[in-house]
């Protein structure tokens, strides 16, 4: 540790440290625009200036004490960046003398040379740095206030200030206000460091420097992380803008669930209206980012919600209460014996809900127990590796797509061929300037291997990559169990992989949905001691599987047909629904499916408002808190499922939140943010027989609302000899039959895919099967 004394306090700090953290870490503050948490601190804008001095040394090296018996300090002739210095034994820093006021001071002063006065009518007032390092360092007596007797001048420049494009559309979810901008570039700087995409530059010079990309629209699924790490109101997120003021919005921390990281979220709710979703801090998980799917795709929790419970009279669903909605239970399962009912919880159903439906279950003695979106091999089949073991592995496998099966993941791939450790966690968090980044890092490429049924942004930073077929996934592991012989690619990811000492496994649902693939992955992972990231399409699916949840003998799984008594949390394929007696659905919006089918449908919380906590694909325990969104009478999972055992005539287990956690205690489940160590053998092998795949993807199909409509509208990627083959006009609307229903996409051609194959977005559970499905409006119709 190096020992560094900030103004009067001594502080103990790793080597490498920066002095801007040394400084929070003593309990001060330096103020700064162009430093932000993971990324490289460049010093541009001068804010963080402090007065440094070093021991005075003899020609013995040792340092020269002054009469006091003291250290004497030799201070560098100017002040110095923080952000960029790096501590060093005995050093001195000082935050709080004249001088350094002075400089911080006209640094603000510098800053609002330009900038315009509009924090009335700006969505960052009340949130804006610019604000706060202007009331807490801005008015310096020197500069202003010369005279003790006369009112102080808050501004030395009377000329005009500049006047530039202030609703300038950066893409459909972000809007820059040149005017605003104060070019600290750490939005520039986060797509270089970040997502790795360099979209975003610097043009022109001097007064007329503006923010610009060349295109519109931001070609990456990470573009929503700088409309939180721009320091004034120059980016904005247009899901959000002019509709409340920071300080009139009510702040939810809880956890994302739209896919199996969880990143940590903040719901900004207004009047029962979620209006924001912004990322929270967790350093363990999603650090301080957030993928677009997951902040921009929220504008459907407030759309055409249902709001009270429907029974069916008469042949159609009509509103009742919660009496009559139970009365109709009563009566529909009237005569049901316990093992023909199905239980089929929603993918991001909580570890409360998950172990009260395993305990349902076991009471009716059913084997129809499932959830949304398992996978034909459970993500407990593999030993969990966290994201910080990934970061410090010497090697990475990838079979699959993180950027869109797991977007987080992305993003920890980036740090992780930079070289880049799990920084130091110091007293205020996690460090404002972490000197290990680098501008321009080189990456190691040969550190990551890649193989997918696409072309996947990834590949740009490894190696070895390879693009293959649908269900080829259990071939080119059986090549790297050396077992066969693979291709260059497979065999040089092979050698890679036995050289490793801490290799790191990532698996996506193209091997999951195949259990003879997904058995061939766990061979290969055991071999070699290695841990696994398993991105499974459903939010939840490690811990429920650790509850129980998972289809007995003879059991039908959550898209199967089998019992004649329902439960859904989830509209099923239509198939599943075909025969039954009696269903129950338990929704957040109707569904055609539900008008059709359901006989009572029960409004249900999205999990922006459930509370409970959720299991992403380290294993780590999530907390969900609920947000306060108008939601009618909706009610969670446990207390529905605590009526249908009612009506089945079976006393439930539990039916409060507190009894469910009490349970979860006793079973050992650790707190928020521990790891659940959950092991299992099952596997549920399914057919993959058709030729229509079902591709990855971020966005889900009920996100696709508001502005979200055209990032989640459904893709139909072909091979071109493909397409002429089958008469697929590039760009044309077609209509595609599914198991899981009609899917409306528009063809894309694309050479990297394989030829005879339709590839269709997912936008959801079914991510990675490959399944039986053909184009029902042929090229010529709607384009």
Known sequence: MVRVKVNDRIVEVPPGTSVMDAVFHAGYDVPLFCSEKHLSPIGACRMCLVRIGLPKRGPDGKPLLNENGEPEIQWQPKLAASCVTAVAEGMVVDTLSEVVREAQAGMVEFTLLNHPLDC???????????????????????YYQKDPLSLPVYTRFEFTRRHVDKHHPLSPFIVLDRERCIHCKRCVRYFEEVPGDEVLDFIERGVHTFIGTMDFGLPSGFSGNITDICPVGALLDLTARFRARNWEMEETPTTCALCAVGCGITADTRSGELLR????????????????AGRFGHEWADQGRLKTPLVRKEGRLQEATWEEAFLALKEGLKGARGEEVGIYLAHDATLEEGLLASELA???KTPHLDFQGRTAAPASLFPAATLEDLLKADFALVLGDPTEEAPLLHLRLSEFTRDLKPPHRFAHGTPFADLQIKERMPRR??????FAPYRVPLMKWAALHEVHAPGEEREILLA?????????????AKALWEKAQSPVLILGAGVLQDAVAAERARLLAERKGAKVLAMTPAADARGLEAMGVWPGEKGAAWDEPGALYAYYGFVPPEEALKGKRFVVMHLSHHHPLAERYAHVVLPAPTFYEKRGHVVNLEGRVLPLSPAPIENGEAEGALQVLALLAEALGVRPPFRLHLEAERELRKRKVPEALGLLAFRTQALRPKAQTGRLYLRPTMWKAHQAVGKAQEAASPELWVHPETA???ALLEGAKVAVETPFGPVKARVVHREDVAKGFLY???????????VEG??????????
């Open 120 to 142: 009335p009518t700006c969505d960052k007032g009340g949130a804006c740095e610019l604000q706060d390092r202007t009331v807490e360092y801005g008015l310096y007596e020197k």
């Open 277 to 292: 979703v912004r990322a929270r801090e967790v350093p363990e998980v999603n650090e301080i980012w957030l993928c677009d």
């Open 362 to 364: 076991k009471a009716l």
């Open 445 to 450: 490429t040969d550190k990551l291997a890649v």
């Open 480 to 492: 790297l169990l050396g077992e066969k012989a693979g291709s260059e690619a497979v065999e040089a």
């Open 724 to 726: 002429r083959a089958e």
């Open 760 to 770: 269709l977005s997912a936008l959801g559970p079914g991510a990675g099967l490959r």
């Open 774 to 783: 053909r184009v029902l409006v042929p090229a010529g119709g709607e384009a």
